[in-house]
């Protein structure tokens, strides 16, 4: 069974940082390009970032010079460093492997920017 | 604000048929790029429902279709179902080299 399994949210304080780590199983990892993407309460879906197979990345002008994606193929795990956290990052956090759209998805970690 | 515009909410008896709207512009949905969409029922990740413009994956009822002209697409629901209440979401990929989602749309069945 293909599965995603975000882990790491968590109540941060406004400036700073966290790490999110997505552990898959199920697939060839190293095959997948990968994205993270936010929704932020009663909100709607917001792209965050793209790793390719071959490391290729690409980031939302939102969290561009604050997030950084990377991945481990040895550890199938994909990660989003995050720094410079604001009250507006605080959101459900999903990895989610692209395979013609987006599919599958996580079940998402919570992260909460609060003093 | 999202690139990419639907109707917030869309509403049906059981049965009928309901259409979402995805309006995009030349540089997403106009430049080519393939149209997906996505179903996400409260308190839960979204679930792809259509990809590529107009294919169902594996699981998902043929009640739902998708298509696409010029800078727009659509997701139709034929036999609406009380299981289909559900926000829904268009995504596409933009030419700013970043994907795109829309805004959501709230189906309800009366």
């Known amino acids: 069974e293909v599965q995603l399994v975000e882990s790491g949210g968590g109540l941060v304080q406004p400036g700073g940082s966290l790490r999110l780590s997505c552990a898959v199983s199920?697939?060839?990892?190293?095959?997948?390009?990968m994205n993270w993407v936010r929704q932020a309460p009663g909100k709607g879906l917001e792209w965050l970032s793209y790793?390719?197979?071959?490391?290729?990345?690409y980031y939302a002008d939102s969290v561009k010079g604050r997030f950084t994606i990377s991945r481990d193929n040895a550890k199938n795990s994909l990660y989003l460093q995050m720094n410079s956290l604001r009250a507006e990052d605080t959101a459900v956090y999903y990895c989610?492997?692209?395979?013609?759209?987006?599919?599958?998805w996580g079940q998402g970690t919570l992260v909460t920017v609060s003093s | 604000q999202s690139v990419l515009t639907q109707p917030p909410s869309v509403s049906g008896a059981p049965g009928q048929r309901v259409t979402i709207s995805c309006t995009g512009s030349s540089s997403n949905i106009g430049a080519g790029y393939d149209v997906h969409w996505y179903q996400q029922i409260p308190r839960t990740a979204p679930k792809l429902l259509i990809y590529?413009?107009?294919n169902r994956p594996s699981g998902v009822p043929d009640r739902f279709s998708g298509s696409k002209s010029g800078t727009s697409a659509s997701l139709a629901i034929t036999g609406l179902q009380a299981e289909d209440e559900a926000d829904y979401y268009c995504q596409s990929y933009d030419s700013s080299l970043s994907y795109v989602f829309g805004s959501g749309t709230k189906v309800t069945v009366l």
């Open positions: 590529d413009n107009n």
């Open positions: 790793i390719s197979r071959t490391g290729t990345i």
């Open positions: 989610a492997r692209l395979s013609g759209g987006f599919d599958p």
């Open positions: 199920g697939f060839t990892f190293s095959n997948y390009n």
